[in-house]
C-alpha cells in the first residue's frame, strides 16, 4: 500500500491545519528474520495501539481512574506477551512513551517496565483543543529515531498513528516505522500482540 506524495500532504494538512508534511511510504511486510535483525540494529520506533480494553467509547483525562477505559485481562495479557517476547528477542528498548490515559501508560510499565507519560500522546479524539499541535508532535517521534542503539516504544490511540501515518491498528496492535532520512518515514510492519512470539 503506497501513499502519492501530493495526496498525502493535502490530507493532512486540510484534516488538521498542518503545514504540509513529507510523504511516507508503506512497504509490505518484513520476513520475521528480517524485522528481528532490524529490530536488533536499533533505529526504530514501534507504535503500539493500546490493548484489549474493558469498554469501547471516548473516555477524559480528567476522569479518576476507575471511570476511565481499562486494560481487561486479555489487554494485561497482551502486554506481558509483547514484553517477554521483546526480552526473549534482545530487542533493545530506549525511551517509552504514552500517552496518561491509563490503559496506554499500564501497557507500557507492564510490557516495558518504565514509562514516560506525554500529554502530546493523548488521543485526537480526546479533546479538540491541540489536535494539530499532538500530531505534529507524533510526527517529529517518528521522523526522529534512536540513534543509540535501541528502538524507541509509544504506546497511544488509534486516532494519532491513522491520522499522522494513515494505518488503522486493532487494539494491542503496533506498526513498526523507520525514518527515510529525509523528513518523512516508512511504516515497515504491523503486528499483533501474539505475532511478537514469531520473530524470537
Given at each position: 500500500m503506497s501513499y502519492h506524495p501530493q495526496s498525502r500532504r493535502?490530507?493532512?494538512a486540510?484534516?488538521?491545519g498542518l503545514a504540509a508534511l513529507p510523504a511516507l511510504g508503506i512497504k509490505p511486510s518484513l520476513a520475521m528474520s528480517s524485522l528481528l535483525a532490524r529490530m536488533r540494529g536499533g533505529g526504530n520506533v514501534v507504535y503500539f495501539r493500546h490493548g484489549a480494553t474493558t469498554?469501547?467509547?471516548?473516555d477524559q483525562i480528567d476522569w479518576p481512574r476507575e471511570r476511565q477505559r481499562l486494560l481487561s485481562d486479555e489487554g494485561i495479557r497482551q502486554s506481558q506477551v509483547?514484553?517477554?517476547a521483546f526480552r526473549a528477542s534482545?530487542?533493545?528498548?530506549?525511551?517509552?512513551?504514552?500517552?496518561?490515559?491509563?490503559?496506554?501508560?499500564?501497557?507500557?510499565e507492564i510490557a516495558f517496565g518504565r514509562v514516560e507519560e506525554r500529554m502530546e500522546l493523548m488521543g485526537l479524539l480526546s479533546n479538540d483543543a491541540g489536535r494539530a499541535e499532538r500530531a505534529a508532535f507524533l510526527h517529529a517521534l517518528l521522523v526522529g529515531p534512536p540513534t543509540d542503539g535501541t528502538n524507541s516504544i509509544i504506546v497511544s490511540h488509534r486516532s494519532n498513528i491513522e491520522t499522522v501515518a494513515g494505518v488503522r491498528l486493532a487494539?494491542?496492535?503496533a506498526v513498526v516505522v523507520n525514518s527515510n532520512g529525509n523528513g518523512a518515514f516508512?511504516?515497515?510492519q504491523t503486528l499483533m500482540p501474539d505475532e511478537w512470539r514469531t520473530i524470537s
Open positions: 493535502v490530507f493532512l486540510s484534516l488538521l469498554w469501547s467509547g471516548i509483547i514484553g517477554a534482545g530487542i533493545p528498548v530506549g525511551e517509552v512513551l504514552a500517552s496518561p490515559f491509563a490503559r496506554c501508560r499500564d501497557m507500557a487494539e494491542g496492535e516508512d511504516v515497515e
